[in-house]
């Protein structure tokens, strides 16, 4: 009788909830490995739209080694008279390091006004739906549809579409 191969158990990846207090995206390329000659290939780009991001834990840590990193959440927003600052958010921090969660589900391990609240800075379409699909309280579900529709209405919502 043939013997199944013993294979490691996949291990269980993290997510961390990071926000984005400013208006724009911010692009953190990580660091790269050296290649072949001693040239450094860059490592990937982790894109944080406005409001919340879930990102991979093990990405974060490497993103917060950033000497630009650190000063986003270090800083707080000063007051300007852009017309594209949000006047709400002026005195936060631009980056802030929220709680780690299971990417697959990542309001399902946190207390539901928490998560109505996280909801509430969620600005990207497609991680709306997703996060909808696996919602199961009614308050947060619908939360979410509120959100979506909030964000369909106003085309000149932060990171519409993506």
């Known amino acids: 009788?043939?013997?199944?191969?013993?294979?490691?158990?996949?291990?269980?990846t993290t997510a961390v909830l990071v926000l984005n207090n400013r208006e724009a995206a911010h692009g953190i390329q990580l660091a790269?490995?050296?290649?072949?000659?001693?040239?450094?290939?860059?490592?990937?780009?982790?894109?944080?739209?406005?409001?919340?991001?879930?990102?991979?834990a093990v990405q974060w840590e490497a993103a917060k080694k950033n000497s630009m990193v650190q000063v986003y959440m270090r800083e707080r927003i000063a007051a300007s008279k852009a017309p594209e600052q949000n006047p709400e958010c002026v005195g936060k921090r631009m980056l802030v390091e929220g709680p780690v969660v299971d990417p697959s589900d990542p309001l399902g391990?946190?207390?539901?006004?928490?998560?109505?609240?996280?909801?509430?800075?969620?600005?990207?379409?497609?991680?709306?739906?997703?996060?909808?699909?696996?919602?199961?309280?009614?308050?947060?579900?619908?939360?979410?549809?509120?959100?979506?529709?909030?964000?369909?209405?106003?085309?000149?919502?932060?990171?519409?579409?993506?």
């Open 1 to 12: 009788m043939p013997v199944e191969p013993k294979t490691a158990p996949v291990p269980k």
């Open 109 to 162: 391990g946190m207390e539901q006004e928490k998560a109505v609240e996280i909801v509430g800075e969620i600005f990207v379409v497609k991680r709306l739906r997703h996060l909808l699909e696996t919602e199961k309280r009614p308050v947060v579900a619908q939360a979410l549809r509120d959100q979506l529709a909030a964000v369909d209405k106003n085309p000149g919502t932060k990171a519409r579409g993506i």
């Open 32 to 56: 790269g490995e050296k290649g072949a000659g001693g040239v450094i290939r860059p490592g990937p780009l982790l894109q944080l739209v406005p409001g919340w991001n879930i990102v991979d």
